[in-house]
């Protein structure tokens, strides 16, 4: 359970600090209402269970030996690159409104988050440290995606309610700096994964 909890707040970390398909969905909120970014979410969240499971089902023929210690270790160096990367500011592109469909909503959404090939190996290496091994590997792996849909579909759909309330005023210093103190927090787990993936492979 100790280590769920590790993945859910790992995840938690990653997902809130502000990408593409965070501002995405800001901005769709702030033009349409928080009602229709449900279909950002969904198309996002669609995304990157697909992967999840591109993920799993590839590893599922390594996750043993020596080889889940040197997936553990490219899980941990690859939260490090994406914590130094969270302190890079960010700026919210301004676009036109446009009256687009949920349908194209959801597309949007969806092929952002599919787009980026770096997800599939980001979720090949992240995903097997957190496989609780006392259960069967096909249980274990529903438990880490329900956990990031939940996590997902929340923290996509907080960002659009803040969007929307501000009214496309959030202020741009206030969100680097939050993206700031959770890429230190996402770069000392993964040192401390690094240390431990490590040590037991030596």
């Not at 302190?87 to 301004?94: M, R, S």
């Not at 496989?131 to 907080?158: C, E, H, K, N, R």
């Amino acid at each position: 359970m100790s280590l769920f909890l590790l993945y859910l707040a790992t995840i938690f970390l990653i997902i809130a600090t502000p990408g593409p398909s965070i501002l995405l969905i800001m901005q769709h909120s702030a033009s349409y209402g928080v009602k229709r970014s449900f279909y950002n979410a969904l198309g996002g969240v669609s995304a990157a269970l697909i992967l999840i499971a591109l993920s799993l089902g590839g590893v599922a023929f390594l996750v043993q030996g020596i080889w889940i210690n040197v997936l553990s270790i490219l899980g941990a160096c690859l939260l490090i690159w994406i914590g130094f990367k969270s302190f890079k500011p960010i700026e919210l592109n301004e676009e036109g409104e446009h009256n687009e469909s949920d349908k194209e909503l959801f597309k949007s959404a969806f092929y952002t988050g599919i787009s980026n090939p770096k997800d599939l190996i980001f979720f090949a290496t992240l995903l097997p440290q957190f496989i609780i091994t006392d259960l069967p590997y096909w249980q274990a792996s529903l438990y880490l995606a329900f956990g990031w849909l939940v996590l997902d579909v929340s923290i996509m759909m907080g960002y659009a309610l803040g969007a929307h309330l501000l009214a496309q005023k959030l202020s741009m210093g206030a969100l680097n700096k939050t993206r700031m103190v959770s890429g230190v927090l996402i770069t000392l787990i993964g040192g401390a994964l690094l240390s431990s993936s490590a040590y037991q492979l030596v």
